[in-house]
């Protein structure tokens, strides 16, 4: 597919009235199409989204750029702070406007927060029980999982084998002691 039958495509799954329950439908091939756009046009740095992509399409995640290698090391200095950018997917939604501008392409999915939550659930979703696997040396692999109760929860998973923590997702779930 051309780019710019990406572009028409996206726009066309991508209205500024969108309804969120078409939307989540959409998803996959929206991800894809974005995917696809990324790999078509070399100008850009996106890897952040596409590593993202990636992560959905595989089983586990080997392979780590040098922008997401830089943010797992975050996770050494200030495990908290890591947590919670990651689980906010700052980087990702600041890459994402990027992306819809550059492209002329409607942003509701990052500027509209029902949107901008439900992408990220959906990607959190998506990427259950496919790790990261060695991120970073420190770093034996990072994931997310859902426990008996269908709770999800991020977890890391230290090289150090005493080392693992793993944290609720949505606050409905807690974890259990």
Known sequence: ?????IIVKLKTLLPEDMKSSV??????????????????????????IKFYCDWILHPQKDYITTKMKSLFKEALKNEDSFVQRFLEARDLHSELKKFFEAFKLPKILIDDTIFWESLKNEIFTKVTNRPIVKPISEIAEICFFENSDFCLFFA????????????PVFSS???KK
């Open 1 to 5: 597919m051309k780019k710019k039958d």
């Open 173 to 175: 779930c807690q974890i």
């Open 156 to 167: 890391i998973r230290y090289n150090n084998k005493n080392k693992f923590n793993a944290w």
């Open 23 to 48: 939307y989540s439908e959409r998803i996959d091939e929206i991800l894809l199409l974005i995917r696809n756009l990324i790999e078509s046009d070399k100008r850009y740095d996106f890897s952040i």
